[in-house]
């Protein structure tokens, strides 16, 4: 069973940063596989980061990569993203996510998703 809640997010201007927590109520947070997901309006739900059931390995999109950071503390049952240097486009609903395999970058790929938190940057 795995029950996610996103927090942190809000709003900043564009340079500085912010840390997204997600906790996860369930009993088995660190069998999972985490990622995290933005949506902006009207576009596509779309891959930010993902992290192994270790932390040993993660994976970034592009657009992120150099100024997002993905980390988790199985002992609290949270996976975070720290987010630096944010855009404009950074602007979106960021949803965390959960798998059972460090499998890819699709939504396919996380069964479990948290209700999701705002992001705005502003310039």
């Known amino acids: 069973q795995v029950q996610l809640v996103e927090s942190g997010g809000g709003l900043v201007q564009a340079g500085g940063s912010l840390r997204l927590s997600c906790v996860d109520s369930g009993r088995t947070f660190s069998t999972y596989a985490m990622g995290w997901f933005r949506q902006a309006p009207g576009k596509e739900r779309e891959f930010v980061a993902r992290?192994?059931?270790?932390?040993?390995?993660?994976d970034y999109a592009d657009s992120v990569k150099g100024r997002f950071t993905i980390s988790r503390d199985n002992a609290k049952n949270t996976v975070y993203l720290r987010m630096n240097s944010m855009k404009p486009e950074d602007t979106a609903v960021y949803y965390c996510a959960a798998g059972l395999f460090f499998s890819g970058r699709s939504m396919a790929d996380f069964a479990s998703w948290g209700q999701g938190t705002q992001v705005t940057v502003s310039s």
């Open positions: 992290i192994s059931r270790s932390g040993i390995t993660t």
